[in-house]
């Protein structure tokens, strides 16, 4: 058996506020945005040069789901992006003004870093060592 975990469905509350902050600070490729009905599109993005798991920008569409924009693992790094710079990549989002909540620093398994993104969530932004 071959499976591969694809998407990952993140809730927010713009299509076009999150494209544009994914594509341009996180630097993100669009991968896909295409009109399902007059309320809901399929939006993807994925990290840039990446061939693996990709982000569904699924816009929030009840109150319930409004509420857990930015915090839907309750506090707790959501996701995980590695970097093969995690000092230029650092260096590229604190000038884009992206609040970083843990200072780049290294560890056995390599450097991190922990930010916020435009919602709220957690990343850790991480350069494994090589192996």
Do not use: C
């Not at 609040?99 to 990343?123: C, H, M």
């Amino acid at each position: 058996m071959k499976q591969t975990l694809a998407l990952i469905a993140l809730v927010v509350d713009d299509y076009d506020k999150a494209i544009e902050y994914y594509t341009k600070t996180l630097l993100f490729t669009l991968v896909e945005d295409t009109v399902m009905s007059e309320t809901k599109r399929w939006v993807v993005v994925a990290p840039a040069g990446s061939t693996g798991t990709s982000l569904l920008l699924a816009k929030a569409a009840s109150d319930e789901q409004y509420s857990r924009i930015g915090n839907q693992t309750g506090g707790r790094v959501f996701l995980f992006l590695h970097t093969d710079d995690l000092e230029r990549d650092y260096k590229h989002l604190k000038e884009k003004n992206v609040t970083f909540i843990r200072e780049p620093a290294e560890e056995s398994w390599g450097k991190v870093a922990v930010f916020r993104d435009l919602y709220g969530n957690l990343w850790d932004l991480i350069q494994p060592k090589n192996k």
